[in-house]
């Protein structure tokens, strides 16, 4: 039968999510990433899994790519999820450097790694100057990588709950 789709996302998205959040770790690219891969293959997983298993849970979306346009419909930061997950298998560079561009993807410029004063949201009380994530859209915006984590988390939550 497989990991269903909650199981996935607890043993998984959760953990991995909790790796980058808990231990007040915001700087750590590779558990930032980690969570980002783990957020978006949610999709394949549920898709996959309800596609096997019980099709009436997909049944409205006419195959994978519908049901994705779907998750952006949900969550403002999905596409951003899903291009830095795509940008991982692109990235060859020293976790070190200051900036990695990934102008490949489909909405995320690069990933930065500096001080950010603005607090931190999602993980506990605030650490001015403390390093975190922040990713820069290709129209320019930036955005710390723990707010879109936050926001997708929230909506697969809401889409696991039960009658949803």
């Known amino acids: 039968m497989g990991m269903n789709p909650h199981d996935f996302f607890s043993a998984f998205v959760e953990g991995n999510y909790n790796d980058f959040c808990d231990e007040r770790d915001e700087a750590n690219v590779r558990k930032g990433i980690n969570a980002a891969v783990s957020l978006f293959h949610m999709a394949d997983q549920y898709f996959n899994y309800y596609k096997k298993n019980d099709p009436s849970k997909i049944s409205r979306f006419k195959d994978r790519d519908d049901f994705l346009k779907y ?94």
């Open 71 to 164: 998750l952006e419909s949900k969550s403002k930061y999905f596409v951003d999820i899903q291009s830095i997950a795509n940008a991982y298998k692109h990235l060859y560079t020293k976790i070190y450097k200051t900036h990695v561009t990934i102008a490949s993807t489909r909405c995320i410029e690069k990933i930065i790694f500096e001080k950010d004063k603005v607090s931190i949201d999602g993980c506990g009380e605030d650490d001015d100057g403390k390093p975190v994530v922040i990713y820069t859209t290709k129209d320019s915006q930036k955005i710390k990588l723990i707010k879109a984590l936050d926001e997708v988390i929230r909506m697969w939550s809401s889409i696991l709950q039960p009658n949803t």
